[in-house]
């Protein structure tokens, strides 16, 4: 017995990934994301186009029964940003001599610390960086981008679709 679903359409994908910016994009998948823990995405229902954030554990399957695809990742095991691209050349300089204070001491969240004590807003440089990064990297051409999702759109509801296969009516 076959079940049918009922999905956007290619034009409704086009208007939901064209309101997005690239914040809105990456925000969902930061939250959900634990370093070492869970991956984080942020991933587009195709049922409903309502776009949310995932996170998904080393070994765990993702949600069986619910059509979407990604549209960003962090994965688990890496670090989107390092210390040096999240400071000012300035801030750098002060945060290395901040944690040369005590190099006996091994204290994990060192830049959180340091954020707090400048007055930094950890959470929202973060995310600002990120959709930079993903503007910069990922939506530099933004018709490419565009035409890799509308791939793993068509990979989710054809189940033998072949990005390159074309047939005589779309030529």
Not at 25 to 49: C, Q, R, S
Not at 115 to 138: M, Q, S, V, W
Request: charged share 25%.
């Amino acid at each position: 017995m076959n079940e049918y679903v009922e999905v956007i359409g290619v034009e409704h994908l086009k208007t939901i990934l064209s309101s997005l910016t690239p914040e809105e994009i990456v925000k969902p998948a930061f939250d959900n994301w634990i370093v070492g823990m869970k991956t984080g995405h942020t991933v587009l229902n195709l049922e409903t186009g309502r776009v949310y954030g995932l996170g998904i554990e080393l070994n765990q399957l993702p949600l069986p029964d619910t059509i979407y695809i990604e549209l960003y990742t962090i994965k688990s095991h890496e670090d989107p940003i390092g210390e040096e691209e999240f400071f000012s050349k300035k801030e750098y300089e002060e945060f290395l001599d901040f944690s040369s204070d005590d190099p006996c001491e091994y204290i994990p969240d060192i830049i959180s610390e340091f954020c707090e004590l400048k007055g930094i807003d950890e959470y929202e440089r973060k995310i600002g960086l990120l959709a930079y990064n993903f503007e910069k990297n990922e939506q530099i051409n933004y018709n490419m981008w565009e035409s890799k999702i509308l791939n793993k759109y068509y990979d989710a509801i054809y189940e033998n679709h072949n990005p390159f296969q074309f047939s005589q009516s779309s030529l």
